[in-house]
């Protein structure tokens, strides 16, 4: 499994900012599909966003389409994840997590094996 470590987490203003990093501790980083989910309050973890270990192909989670972007740095073994024009229900604590090698991207939790301890974003109104 891959250790993955996020940072970047923090309390804004709606409307704000913020760069969520995920560092990852696999030589192999290039050949693994990455994702963040995220989890608030008494609700089911959700995806965010994904970007395919291959040709950097992205998808997004609808609510979040047009306002955050993912982005990896396979040199630095590091994912991205910017978030703009944040609203109240953006909070949540948000995960990075990893597929094993060369699989696509999925919206699915389940199919990825390895995950961040996660780090809390709080948008206030």
């Known amino acids: 499994q891959v250790q993955l470590v996020e940072s970047g987490g923090g309390l804004v203003q709606a409307g704000g900012s913020l760069r969520l990093s995920c560092a990852a501790s696999?030589?192999?980083?290039?050949?693994?599909?990455m994702g963040w989910f995220r989890q608030a309050p008494g609700k089911e973890r959700e995806f965010v966003a994904a970007?395919?270990?291959?040709?950097?192909?992205?998808v997004y989670a609808d609510s979040v389409k047009g306002r955050f972007t993912i982005s990896r740095d396979n040199a630095k073994r590091a994912v991205y994840l910017q978030m703009n024009s944040l609203k109240p229900e953006d909070t949540a604590v948000y995960y990075c997590?990893?597929?094993?090698?060369?699989?696509?991207?999925?919206?699915?939790?389940?199919?990825?094996?390895?995950w961040g301890q996660g780090t809390q974003v709080t948008v206030s109104s």
């Open positions: 696999t030589r192999t980083f290039s050949t693994n599909t």
């Open positions: 997590a990893a597929r094993a090698p060369y699989y696509p991207t999925s919206y699915h939790s389940s199919n990825y094996d390895s």
């Open positions: 970007i395919r270990w291959s040709g950097g192909a992205t």
